[in-house]
T-cell receptor, first 112, second 113 residues
Framework: DGGITQSPKYLFRKEGQNVTLSCEQNLNHDAMYWYRQDPGQGLRLIYYSQIVNDFQKGDIAEGYSVSREKKESFPLTVTSAQKNPTAFYLC???????????FGDGTRLSIL | GENVEQHPSTLSVQEGDSAVIKCTYSDSASNYFPWYKQELGKGPQLIIDIRSNVGEKKDQRIAVTLNKTAKHFSLHITETQPEDSAVYFCASISSGSARQLTFGSGTQLTVLP
């Protein structure tokens, strides 16, 4: 079945650590996105990529970094510069920009 | 940038009744409006979407209406069932180079048996 796989489902970070969240899609979609979701709030865009080797900052990119070396993969690194990283992180993809976005089941990141 | 407001934040209905969730947007150039359903611990699932060249779209028990003049759109669920209980998000695509989705803050729908 085609879809978006995020791993791990739960992740814990110590103070000062960088952690990387995985996102893989087998839908052959060009565009991929990372969102952050806080309790009782909507989704906020962190980064997006329209094509391999290209990505753009979203509304809340500070403290995060991404790469897009392969079409099917769009990992997100939460750096130690992100002071409030505890959240639910969602990855999405779409065939190309402006097309419906499909989401993975998220990674919940917590601070130890 | 685009601003999307969603109401109500919580909604309880009896099984079999209808539920309506409303959203307003600020960017008159927005032209794509999806609705997502999110169950606990899961990612949002696209349930219906509408583009600005139509005023209404229906898919079985779910319908979406769009009023471009007033800049608002609504989700209608008829004959609600307990499995419809979830958080529902509206969103819109803003204009400009980013063309990013802006989400409403969500509505917790509870269908009471």
């Amino acid at each position: 079945d085609g879809g978006i796989t995020q791993s791990p489902k739960y992740l814990f970070r110590k103070e000062g650590q960088n952690v990387t969240l995985s996102c893989e899609q087998n839908l052959n979609h060009d565009a991929m996105y990372w969102y952050r979701q806080d309790p009782g709030q909507g989704l906020r865009l962190i980064y997006y990529s329209q094509i391999v080797n290209d990505f753009q900052k979203g509304d809340i990119a500070e403290g995060y970094s991404v790469s897009r070396e392969k079409k099917e993969s769009f990992p997100l690194t939460v750096t130690s510069a992100q002071k409030n990283p505890t959240a639910f992180y969602l990855c999405a993809s779409s065939e190309f920009r402006d097309q419906p976005q499909h989401f993975g089941d998220g990674t919940r990141l917590s601070i130890l | 940038g685009e601003n999307v407001e969603q109401h109500p934040s919580t909604l309880s209905v009896q099984e079999g009744d209808s539920a309506v969730i409303k959203c307003t947007y600020s960017d008159s150039a927005s032209n794509y409006f999806p609705w997502y359903k999110q169950e606990l611990g899961k990612g949002p699932q696209l349930i219906i979407d509408i583009r600005s060249n139509v005023g209404e779209k229906k898919d079985q028990r779910i319908a979406v209406t769009l009023n471009k003049t007033a800049k608002h759109f609504s989700l209608h669920i008829t004959e609600t069932q307990p499995e419809d209980s979830a958080v529902y998000f509206c969103a819109s695509i803003s204009s400009g180079s980013a063309r990013q989705l802006t989400f409403g803050s969500g509505t917790q729908l509870t269908v009471l048996p």
